[in-house]
């Protein structure tokens, strides 16, 4: 049955593998054993269900409180043929009527279903006319009191099951924490049940912290070297939004706001016009964001700093859902620390105590030194133990960057202690720095030792180092006056038994070494950007008449895949990333028309492709076996190393397989790929009917070492070839 499941993943999605687990989920599922799969967002659990729903005979009824959701599902799912429909409030009443009457012809396998929707009698009586076979709970955090997002509905979809005993039951959610997984099987009474826990890694995420210090030219900065990309920019409050919207949009960026405050209206037409690729930027409060699906959201900026790590890491899971690779840009600065401690205190009890742990949580994720996937990945329980990410603002700036500050914070310490640390960065600084500022002069600060020993940096040096010296905890702020108190690691440092090292400048929002690919994604890294903004304006058409998002069509992955192999014609437009038949069916036309004209007025040729995808339809071969056949077909044996992406030597291994099989191969390839002479080629056969051709070192002997062993591998090959016929 899993084989089924594969075909229709590749036939029907385009997709060439499963993800990790879903093919173990799948199976399970259609074993008709109840389970609960946890994954992040963007981890692919929708095909968990979506798949197994094309297999059984019965409907597939899915449960989900995102009713904004149910519309771009279903409409992702005509296009990829799967016949699906959805009943919930935001239906007319004709819709609702028309769709309960598709659902009785026969036209879906799969009903996406409000919880409030479910539970109407009308609803549970109509499912008494169908076998159900599959019973799923999306976001089915919501059962928990313990999740984020506790709905009393979702608790009486324990009692509504029972209306579907042989149905098999599946939780989806993308919360970690082991209560919430615990309350979702013990409330569903999950029997037989499995887990799945995907890795909550996610490895496209760029991550990166920087000091928030003049928020919005740091974020034009990021924003000049990303033109067209779509983003989402999250703001504490509401004012913050407005404000960051109209200094955006003064600077002439592409953006609309988001937040509580605005009328439903705006909210719905916002969010629509950045599904719909109309504009790039969303600046939000964290009301944004549940309802949307949009896979190529490229960046996340926390203008200011999250509550909590569990927030940040949702948040920023938004982006990047495709697969490629989305930059998380967090500003963080100690006002908005102390902005959030100032509401926490506000709280009470156990309550408080909570808000805390969660503050100082995300706080030792922003200040942590070293790879920020360790803190990270430790809160949801998992040990990460990759040296070197190559993710993350850290581990792009290797340990080997840091530069040895010891002096200059000598310096900066001894002038906080002779002040009786009783002042703030910008004094200290201006005192190393032997200003006449009345606030030094007054203060009598010009007779002390330090004034004036630190000319050597600008005053913006000595703030930064002084952040520096926050974050590796050398120095507290005192909560109320802002004033630097020495730690006892300062007078470590101060004494000269500790050194500081560090980064100073982390106010850049861009730096040199995010603009080499990091992936080792060659289509990412390599595509052709004309062809694509090409084919990306095609689907932009397309999706405006059909009043669907582009993302809809094909996504980002799709688009470049096209604009790196460049496809000539249907069959290898069916192995592309994501095009499956129907797709294929609607829009193969238009687009291979844009890519056929590209390549002859660019005068350039399809790359082809090793199609997994291919193989299926001749009953999963091996590699060797594609490579045998292409290679009687006429290819020569350094096509086939170009097209398999592997070196000559490969290829000649391959053919030797091929022909350990029992498979005939045509010799004469092999020959035209020798570069000796007919003399010297006969004088090769000679050795090897003398001495066997399956062993070459005593071939290599009997020619005296003339002929080197790529050569006689060749030569091996076609005498073997030629004996065999
Ligand atoms: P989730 O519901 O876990 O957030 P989705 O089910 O929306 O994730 O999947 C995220 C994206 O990955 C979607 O665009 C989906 O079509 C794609 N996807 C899922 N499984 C695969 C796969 N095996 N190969 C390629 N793409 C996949
Ligand atoms: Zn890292």
């Not at 509580?260 to 409060?285: C, H, K, P």
């Not at 959201?297 to 999250?306: A, C, E, K, L, S």
């Not at 949801?380 to 581990?395: I, Q, V």
């Not at 020993?453 to 520096?468: D, F, P, T």
Request: aromatic share 8%.
């Amino acid at each position: 049955m899993i084989d089924k499941a594969r075909e229709i993943l590749r036939q029907t999605f385009g997709y060439e593998e499963f993800r990790p687990l879903q093919a173990d989920i799948i199976q399970n599922v259609l074993q008709k054993r109840d389970s609960l799969v946890i994954m992040p967002t963007g981890g692919g659990k929708s095909i968990c269900y979506q798949i197994p729903s094309m297999i059984f005979d019965g409907l597939t009824v899915v449960i989900s409180p995102l009713i904004s959701l149910m519309k771009d599902q279903v409409e992702q799912l005509e296009e990829f043929g799967v016949p699906a429909l959805y009943l919930n409030s935001s239906l007319t009443p004709e819709q609702y009527q028309q769709n309960i009457a598709k659902l009785r012809r026969g036209e879906a396998k799969l009903l996406y279903l409000a919880p409030e929707t479910l539970m109407m009698d009308s609803t549970r009586r109509l499912l008494t006319e169908f076998t159900v076979d599959c019973f799923t709970i999306d976001e089915a955090h919501c059962i928990s009191e313990w999740g984020h997002d506790f709905r009393p509905d979702y608790r009486q979809l324990a009692e509504v099951r029972k209306d579907f005993p042989n149905a098999v039951c599946l939780a989806l959610t993308a919360t970690a924490t082991p209560r919430v997984r615990d309350d979702i099987q013990q409330i569903l009474e999950m029997k037989d049940s499995a887990r799945f826990v995907a890795s909550f890694d996610r490895k496209n995420l760029l991550l990166k912290v920087v000091d928030k210090d003049n928020p919005l030219d740091q974020i034009l900065d990021f924003l000049y070297t990303r033109p067209d990309q779509s983003g989402i920019i999250y703001c504490f409050s509401r004012r913050q939004v407005d404000e960051l919207y109209a200094d955006l949009k003064a600077n002439d960026r592409s953006v609309r706001p988001y937040h509580a405050g605005l009328s439903e209206m705006a909210r719905s037409r916002n969010q629509e016009a950045f599904i719909r690729d109309d504009v790039d930027i969303i600046v939000a409060t964290i009301a944004f964001g549940m309802g949307i699906n949009k896979p190529d959201v490229r960046f996340v900026i926390h203008h200011d700093m999250p509550q909590n790590i569990e927030s940040y890491y949702q948040q920023i899971g938004r982006a990047g859902r495709d697969g490629i690779q989305a930059d998380c840009l967090l500003l963080y600065s100690y006002s908005d620390k102390q902005k959030i401690q100032y509401f926490i205190n506000q709280k009470e009890g156990q309550e408080k105590e909570v808000a805390k742990k969660h503050l100082y949580s995300i706080i030792d994720f922003m200040e942590y030194d070293g790879c920020r996937r360790i803190p990270l990945m430790e809160y949801f329980g998992e040990e990460y133990e990759k040296e070197n990410c190559g993710m993350c603002d850290y581990c792009l700036k290797q340990m080997g960057d840091k530069q040895d500050f010891t002096e200059q914070a000598q310096k900066f310490l001894s002038c906080i202690a002779r002040t009786d640390q009783r002042y703030g960065a910008y004094h200290i600084a201006d005192v190393l720095r032997g200003s006449k500022a009345k606030k030094v002069l007054e203060s009598g600060h010009d007779q002390l030792s330090t004034y004036g020993i630190g000319m050597e940096w600008s005053k913006n040096q000595w703030i930064q180092l002084s952040r520096m010296l926050v974050r590796k905890g050398h120095l507290k702020k005192d909560p109320e006056h802002g004033s630097l108190l020495l730690t006892d690691e300062a007078k470590a440092v101060l004494k000269g038994n500790e050194q500081v090292r560090g980064i100073l400048d982390r106010t850049q929002t861009t730096s040199p070494e995010e603009a080499m690919p990091r992936t080792d994604n060659e289509v990412e890294n390599k595509y052709d950007e004309h062809l694509f903004e090409e084919l990306r304006k095609l689907r932009k058409e397309m999706a405006d008449e059909q009043e669907i998002p582009p993302y809809v069509i094909f996504p980002d992955t799709t688009l470049m895949e096209m604009s790196y192999y460049y496809p000539q014609d249907e069959d290898s437009l069916m192995g592309i990333y994501g095009v499956g038949s129907m797709k294929l069916k609607k829009y193969g036309d238009d687009f291979l028309d844009i890519i056929k004209k590209y390549c002859e007025e660019n005068n350039v040729e399809e790359r082809s492709k090793v199609l997994r995808k291919k193989v299926k339809k001749t009953q999963s071969k091996q590699k060797y076996e594609l490579v045998g056949e292409e290679y009687n077909e006429g290819k020569s044996i350094e096509h086939l190393a170009e097209q398999f992406g592997v070196k000559e030597v490969t290829i000649l291994s391959n053919l030797k397989k091929f022909i350990d099989d029992g498979h005939k191969i045509d010799p004469s390839g092999l020959l035209a790929a020798s570069s000796l002479s007919e003399r010297k080629i006969d004088e090769v056969n000679e050795a090897m009917e003398k001495v066997g051709p399956e062993i070459l070192k005593p071939v290599y002997e009997e020619l005296n070492k003339s002929v080197d062993y790529n050569e006689l591998r060749i030569l091996q090959l076609a005498h073997i070839a030629r004996n065999r016929d």
